[in-house]
């Protein structure tokens, strides 16, 4: 099995560790991590994502236990060194569950545009996402790795060694076909454990710095997310917002350069 916990930079640099979201992989902040060569970047595969082993019990999947596993792996990594957490989509749920239960590691969190939506803002239902969840495993197969491929750079405006690797690991090859690596039952765990285990219960816990970096696009949404926004704001007293201008939920792949700028800065306001 290949590895499953990735670096980039020098590791006597300040420590910015990411965590991905549903479906997603730690490979997938290789581009980002381009664009901030200041720092030491780490990233992971949450458990039955990308090459890492998938878990056998539903609830070992919530919030409150995957951060556990998420500790024994910073711990691993880092020892005590203090460090900044940066959490995508499902990934920033992880990062408020995180700053909640272990702040004394924490120098402060960045959430990419997640943390501040619920399914119930978007007017979803449980039953809606674990049927929605097992459609989008079952049906997204492709007969060859080039179609795959082919179906990523139509997503996106470029391509890079960097999105190749990131996207050849969220899939496998899987009796003649390329299938999502994740699977039915990891994604409904891990949706069961979100409406278990709602960031709303917890985000008042949260006491370091933090920054949401959200996205703009689609446009209709625009109201339920400053909706939410403000009430966060209410709830945690020390959180900065920054839109990224034209940029949808996977800020950080359409927008990388922008993404890193708006975290640089942040960053370098925290040391004043």
């Not at 381009?34 to 919030?63: M, N, Q, W």
Request: hydrophobic share 35%.
């Amino acid at each position: 099995m290949k590895q499953n916990i990735y670096q980039w930079g020098d590791p006597q640099n300040p420590t910015l560790i990411f965590l991905h979201g549903l479906g997603s992989t730690g490979l997938a902040f290789g581009e980002l991590a381009k664009h901030l060569p200041e720092y030491h970047i780490v990233s992971f595969d949450l458990p039955g994502h990308g090459y890492a082993k998938a878990l056998e019990e539903e609830r070992a999947y919530y919030p409150s236990n995957l951060i556990v596993d998420i500790e024994g792996k910073i711990n691993q990594q880092l020892g005590n060194k203090s460090h900044y957490l940066i959490g995508h989509s499902f990934g920033a749920d992880l990062t408020l569950h995180y700053a909640a239960k272990y702040p004394e590691q924490i120098k402060g969190i960045i959430l990419l545009d997640g943390g501040y939506l619920s399914s119930k803002d978007l007017g979803m239902t449980l039953d809606n996402e674990i049927q929605d969840i097992e459609k989008f495993c079952n049906e997204v197969r492709f007969p060859t790795w080039d179609v795959f491929f082919e179906s990523e750079k139509e997503e996106l405006s470029r391509w890079s060694e960097e999105l190749e690797e990131a996207s050849k690991a969220q899939v496998k090859e899987q009796d003649g076909e390329i299938r999502l690596t994740i699977s039915t039952f990891t994604g409904q765990s891990m949706i069961k454990g979100i409406y278990a285990e709602p960031v709303t219960d917890l985000v008042e816990q949260v006491h370091c710095p933090a920054l949401l970096i959200r996205a703009t696009k689609p446009v209709e949404l625009e109201s339920t997310r400053r909706k939410s926004i403000q009430t966060l704001q209410s709830r945690m007293k020390n959180l900065d917002i920054e839109p990224i201008a034209d940029a949808g939920h996977d800020i950080f792949r359409e927008a990388p350069k922008d993404v890193a700028e708006k975290i640089r800065a942040w960053l370098m306001n925290q040391k004043r």
